[in-house]
Nanobody, 123 residues
Framework: QVQLVESGGGLVQPGGSLRLSCVAS????????IAWFRQAPGKEREGISV????????HYAESVKGRFTISRENTKSTVVLQMNSLKPEDTAVYFC????????????????WGQGTQVTVSS
């Protein structure tokens, strides 16, 4: 069975940084991607960033471009989202997701989801 586990969320002041980690297990194919989504209270789920595990290509939503960076650890099963210059509007539950479809931020392309981790940006 496929499992994804997020960690690293918490409370941070505006302008601060957090590092989220997504550890995937049970994925048997080589060509897949891992993406980060977030959902704030009262808002739709928003795709943030995606990385192709096979070739390392990345894509970012405009809302986080230049502030967030997605990358792989030294194993394919772990993906990190480094979040810098955090703003109160970044407050949300952050989810990682895995899929073998297109390398994009379309929610329907992802088959497996983590449980989410809360990020709160507040002074």
């Amino acid at each position: 069975q496929v499992q994804l586990v997020e960690s690293g969320g918490g409370l941070v002041q505006p302008g601060g940084s957090l590092r989220l980690s997504c550890v995937a297990s049970g994925i048997t194919v080589d060509a897949y991607c891992i993406a980060w989504f977030r959902q704030a209270p009262g808002k739709e789920r928003e795709g943030i960033s995606v990385i192709s595990v096979s070739d390392g290509n990345t894509h970012y939503a405009e809302s986080v471009k230049g502030r967030f960076t997605i990358s792989r650890e030294n194993t394919k099963s772990t993906v990190v989202l480094q979040m810098n210059s955090l703003k109160p509007e970044d407050t949300a539950v952050y989810f990682c997701a895995a899929g073998s479809g297109g390398y994009d931020l379309a929610e329907d392309d992802y088959d497996y989801w983590g449980q989410g981790t809360q990020v709160t940006v507040s002074s």
